[in-house]
């Protein structure tokens, strides 16, 4: 696989944030009433892992100017060592669990046989933050949104995957594994 099959996986990845990016936007629009997220409301931002394709993403972003991240004060445990005076210092590049924050995510609950084989399962979980959808309980929030009004963590995650798979599969991802997700602390070291 050549060098340019690598940079179209990155493409596609870039793709796939956009498309994540409007439909946030749309259901930001959607849940306006609902949502308390604000820049400075850093509650979701938590010291997470990312997979090869989305650290790569960021690492290439961060070598066009954002040095300064580099010399911040020391980082609070179990906080995104991104996280800058309560908001994001590396917005534009943030991977894409990052842009789902505060929305009402779906996905189908996990159950498995007597072996530890996978089922499929029919059944969806619904998630949000807290602060958001105060006026709701489980029960009234699942009635109140059809699916086009949440965001399907399982497809988003699917494709996010899939793109990984072929990442590092690439020149530019030899040397990572699929399956091993990177801290985003080990960007800044």
């Known amino acids: 696989m050549s060098a340019v099959t ?6 596609e990845y870039q793709s796939l944030l956009g498309e994540v990016d409007e439909l946030s936007s749309r259901l930001s629009i959607e849940h306006a009433a ?13 010291d997470l892992s990312v997979l090869p394709i989305e650290w790569c993403s960021i690492r290439s972003g961060l070598t066009g100017g954002r040095e300064w991240l580099l010399e911040r004060q020391p980082r609070e445990a179990g906080v995104c060592p991104f996280l800058v005076d309560r908001a994001c210092g590396i917005y534009p590049l943030r991977p894409l669990i990052c842009r789902t924050h505060g929305l009402p995510l779906a996905y189908r609950v996990e159950s498995y046989d007597a072996a530890g084989k996978r089922l499929e399962s029919e059944e969806w ?65």
């Open 125 to 189: 979980q619904l998630c949000w933050c807290g602060l958001n959808f105060a006026r709701f309980t489980p029960e009234t929030f699942r009635a109140a949104f059809p699916a086009d009004s949440v965001v399907n963590m399982d497809e988003l995650n699917r494709r996010l995957l899939e793109l990984n798979r072929r990442f590092v599969a690439s020149p530019e991802g030899k040397g990572f594994r699929p399956e091993k997700r990177l801290e985003l602390a080990a960007l800044l070291a």
């Open 6 to 11: 690598s940079k179209s996986v990155l493409s």
């Open 34 to 46: 609902d949502l308390r997220c604000r820049k400075g409301c850093s509650g979701c931002c938590t």
